[in-house]
């Protein structure tokens, strides 16, 4: 399973950017690189997911360096409910479940 | 999205008694659940993952005859806890995903287990 290196936690205001950084420099050429979060008290929540080129859906953006060695999630205008512990998963996902979740990056959003 | 729910969300139990948590999936059909527990301020640790209609596969360290798991159909599954004691209290989370490459875990809601 390849190593993930995130930071422990984050601050952002309100309705600010937002750039969740993950380093996974032993992923493998098959991996997906999933971002899940977790509110308190709740199951995650799948937030994105790419293989090589950048991603956009609805919750955020994910960006992917070329070399895949890491990878950064982006939220373009933060809210309070986006204060969460977020995770960057590599892993090959779906029907496989080697998703393995490591301590995450816990977002604060100040008002 | 698709919707993963637990019954129970919370349950209180003596030691020594079995307790069975449910996970269904509502508006899809799940090939694969997964269970994970995760105590507090830990991340999620996952315990076994059921294919339907065959047996579990179990992580290191996760006792197969303690945390029985049963997945009978494509909606859902059971993780039943046998024997609890304290040390077994937990949050315990199930998820659900479609077959094929780098499909969507659902996470169900997550049921709060705690034992006397």
């Known amino acids: 399973d390849a190593k993930t290196t995130q930071p422990n936690s984050m601050e952002s205001n309100e309705e600010e950017p937002v750039h969740l950084p993950c380093n996974h420099s032993?992923?493998?050429?098959?991996?997906?690189i999933h971002w899940y979060r977790q509110l308190p008290s709740q199951g995650p929540e799948y937030v994105i997911h790419?293989?090589?080129s950048n991603v956009n859906n609805r919750m955020a953006s994910l960006a992917i360096a070329e070399d895949r060695k890491s990878s950064t999630l982006i939220l373009h205008r933060a809210t309070l409910r986006d204060a969460a512990v977020y995770y960057c998963i590599p892993g090959y996902g779906g029907s496989q479940g080697n998703l393995i979740f490591g301590k995450g990056t816990k977002l604060s959003v100040k008002p | 999205g698709a919707v993963v729910s637990q019954h129970p969300s919370w349950v209180i139990c003596k030691s020594g008694t079995s307790v069975k948590i449910e996970c269904r999936s509502l508006?899809?059909?799940?090939?694969?659940m997964f269970w994970y527990r995760q105590f507090p301020k830990q991340s999620l640790m996952l315990m076994a993952t059921s294919n339907e209609g065959s047996k579990a596969t179990y992580e290191q360290g996760v006792e197969k005859d303690k945390f029985l798991i049963n997945h009978a159909s494509l909606t859902l599954s059971t993780l039943t806890v046998t024997s609890a004691h304290p040390e077994d209290s937990s949050f315990y989370i199930c998820?659900?995903?479609?077959?094929?490459?780098?499909?969507?875990?659902?996470f169900g809601p997550g049921t709060r287990l705690l034992v006397l």
């Open positions: 032993t992923i493998s050429g098959t991996d997906y």
């Open positions: 998820s659900a995903s479609r077959a094929g490459v780098a499909q969507t875990q659902y």
């Open positions: 508006d899809f059909q799940a090939t694969t």
């Open positions: 790419g293989l090589t």
